[in-house]
């Protein structure tokens, strides 16, 4: 039987990793022994913030390495399933916001993070004011879990204004929002 939390060794903060934190478990380099777990944790600082974090586990056999990966895989489905997580996201960016480190932020954070989860990303960057609104009113909904905006409010203002304009807005405004600050002053 295995435990599903696990505890960081005191160098790495000492503290338990919750299941609902991790985004994937992999394998490390070939013939290591490795399964790396990647989450998304607390910053503990008080605030909604999180930081990045990779915990290794270091098995002694092939056989028990394989038993990890595949438990806390199967764990880790569970956890999605219950979550609702989703795994095609529409992703709207606007690269002039934020002093125009959006892309860079979207890029060298998240992107990552969601390649690595297995999520599916479509990814369209705005082009001038109004864009999204066009963009969100003919979008087709069925083939997304999820909206994302990495921008200021002024996209995520633009992205109700279009899904409010569909046919189908009563069913369209239901579909799940995140909005990654990118702004001049939320990013």
């Known amino acids: 039987d295995i435990s599903f939390c696990v505890h960081v060794l005191p160098e790495n903060g000492g503290k338990t990793l919750a299941l609902k934190d991790v985004f994937a478990v992999s394998r490390g380099p070939v013939n290591s022994r490795r399964v790396v777990v990647h989450a998304c944790v607390p910053t503990g600082d008080g605030s909604t913030r999180r930081k990045i974090r990779e915990v290794t586990l270091i098995c002694p056999t092939d056989t028990e390495t394989d ?11 569970t956890v999605c399933e219950e979550y609702q997580r989703p ?95 990118g702004g001049t002053g939320n990013g």
């Open 67 to 77: 038993a990890w990966l595949n438990a806390l895989q199967t764990e880790l489905q």
């Open 87 to 181: 795994k095609r996201i529409f992703v709207i960016l606007n690269p002039f916001s934020g002093k125009r480190r959006a892309r860079a932020m979207f890029e060298r954070y998240i992107r990552p993070m969601w390649t690595l989860a297995g999520i599916q990303i479509t990814l369209v960057e705005t082009r001038y004011s109004g864009h999204t609104e066009e963009v969100v009113s003919t979008l087709d909904l069925a083939q997304y879990d999820a909206v994302a905006t990495v921008s200021g409010d002024g996209v995520v203002n633009e992205y109700v204004n279009g899904m409010l304009k569909r046919p189908d807005w009563e069913e369209a405004i239901r579909m799940p929002l995140g909005v990654i600050p």
